[in-house]
């Protein structure tokens, strides 16, 4: 039973809607975000316990964590949500700014897992959803950095589940497509992409909302690697099996329209 929940990111997006969902069902939902308005939205709603917290920083999490398990007992579901995606030509973006989605998107995810991973696997139970991306599997031209952080998310669960296959600890991966949420927007205020462009005016992108219908199914069925809609799994087999025509469809939706 989930009676304590920790949701990195969790002040919007994705991250807001299961949190909120979440306190809807009587969890008390320990909600980190660096997002000072968004934070103080969420300030007072039943169930929801906002803290700013930056999860670039692991003592300030492992921190934190200490103060919410001290506060409303042990973690019984990590959700790591926090992400950021500005866009550029790797070769025009600068290492900051790459290095600093590498620190929130890989780093802060993988700081959160340290900090409640340990005591899962003591007690031999909790679920640990971890959010990725198609991207960390299907590249996109401009989106380089992003997918690099992804990529390294995704080879961190691989290798956390299997080191702990015998434990009772559930763990998903969370592979979603474009998503309607702040990161979109990150994009399309930076370098805005001509593939983003085109699924943002013709509404290619799930909704938050139905993501976490998916993750909510996929705990459900104990799914392991979850990659909801047809558009990643379509897209994440064509890169498996065929890299050279998943580059091929990268380049022609990343054209401009005439």
Request: with cysteine; aromatic share 6%; charged share 20%.
């Amino acid at each position: 039973m989930i009676k304590h929940a920790l949701i990195t990111g969790g002040a919007s997006g994705m991250g807001r809607v299961f949190a909120m969902r979440m306190a809807a069902q009587g969890i008390q939902v320990s909600c980190f975000d660096w997002n000072d308005a968004a934070l103080a939205e969420m300030a007072g709603l039943d169930n929801i316990h906002p803290l700013k917290v930056d999860v670039t920083d692991s003592v300030a999490v492992a921190q934190a964590v200490a103060v919410v398990t001290a506060q409303r007992g042990a973690i019984d579901r990590l959700v790591t949500c926090a992400a950021i995606m500005p866009t550029a030509k790797l070769a025009l973006q600068s290492v900051e700014e790459i290095r600093r989605i590498m620190d929130v998107n890989y780093g802060g995810t993988v700081a959160a897992v340290q900090a409640v991973i340990g005591d899962m696997l003591e007690r031999n139970a909790g679920e640990v959803v971890i959010f990725g991306s198609t991207g960390g599997k299907v590249y996109v031209p401009e989106c380089g950095a992003y997918c690099a952080s992804k990529a390294a998310t995704e080879a961190y669960f691989d290798v956390l589940l299997e080191e702990n296959r015998e434990s009772r600890v559930q763990m998903m991966l969370v592979c979603p497509a474009l998503v309607d949420t702040p990161l979109l927007q990150q994009a399309v205020e930076s370098s805005n992409p001509h593939n983003i462009q085109y699924s943002v005016k013709h509404k290619r992108f799930a909704s938050p909302e139905w993501i976490i219908d998916q993750v909510e199914k996929g705990l459900l069925r104990k799914t392991r690697v979850l990659k909801p809609g047809w558009d990643a799994k379509i897209m994440m087999w064509i890169r498996q099996h065929f890299p050279a025509l998943a580059w091929e469809i990268m380049h022609l939706s990343n054209r401009p329209s005439t």
